[in-house]
Nanobody
Framework: QVQLVESGGGLVQAGGSLRLSCTASGNIGSINTMGWYRQAPGKEREVVASITKRYFTIYGDSVKGRFSVSRDNAKNTVDLQMMSLKPEDTAVYYC???????????????WGKGTLVTVSS
């Protein structure tokens, strides 16, 4: 089992920045890919960003150029730096991980409880 705990959510004005952090614990030796999903009210959960153990990154189209994902394998953490935030970035952000290289919903094995990010206009 792997436990994921997010932190860093909150309220920010449009154009502002916010940093989310996620700490993993438990049986994390086999985990390959970590990253973030988000879910806005009334919408499906969508991928935000992912990073493999070897630091290969993938971003969702809506956040490319504005968000940056990073990982510290020694500390078992994955962070999401969000810049130039827009009201449409408002969502619950979930940390997730998998032993797979893929970061699709089907491949995700563990989820955090989520942290709310609200961007005001």
């Amino acid at each position: 089992q792997v436990q994921l705990v997010e932190s860093g959510g909150g309220l920010v004005q449009a154009g502002g920045s916010l940093r989310l952090s996620c700490t993993a614990s438990g049986n994390i030796g086999s985990i390959n890919t970590m990253g973030w999903y988000r879910q806005a009210p009334g919408k499906e959960r969508e991928v935000v960003a992912s990073i493999t153990k070897r630091y290969f990154t993938i971003y969702g189209d809506s956040v490319k150029g504005r968000f940056s994902v990073s990982r510290d394998n020694a500390k078992n953490t994955v962070d999401l730096q969000m810049m130039s935030l827009k009201p449409e970035d408002t969502a619950v952000y979930y940390c997730a991980c998998t032993r797979d290289v893929e970061f699709t919903l089907r491949a995700i094995e563990y989820w955090g409880k989520g942290t709310l990010v609200t961007v005001s206009s």
